[in-house]
């Protein structure tokens, strides 16, 4: 929470949120907590004033590396992630992905 209202009262613009520990969950890599974390911080980061449709949520592992540079078989039911800008729509599966879409900044 505090990472994302100093990012937005620093002048960030865009948004990944990385949906870290799905190997802890209960059940490990859980649908359910994935979308129960992910509609908690889209109701926060919009009262901030973020776009949640704006922002990709990669559930992942890091301590296994699942779903970082490719799909994991253990989240069978991820499927995309999703950004919708006024530039058109971006979609990936990893975190990688979502890095790689961030949009460079105009000068």
């Keep these: 929470r505090e990472h994302a209202l100093l990012a937005f009262t620093l002048g960030v613009k865009q948004?990944?949120?990385?949906?870290?520990?799905?190997?802890?969950?209960?059940?490990?890599?859980s649908e359910a907590r994935f979308l129960e974390i992910k509609r908690e911080v889209s109701s926060y980061i919009k009262k901030i004033g973020y776009n949640p449709a704006a922002v990709a949520f990669v559930p992942i592992s890091g301590w296994h590396g699942d779903n970082m540079l490719e799909p994991s078989t253990k989240m069978p039911w991820f499927k995309e992630w999703t950004i919708e800008r006024k530039e058109g729509k971006e979609v990936g599966k990893c975190l990688i992905e979502a890095l790689d879409a961030i949009a460079p900044p105009s000068r």
């Design 15 to 29: 948004l990944i949120v990385g949906v870290n520990k799905m190997d802890s969950t209960e059940p490990p890599y």
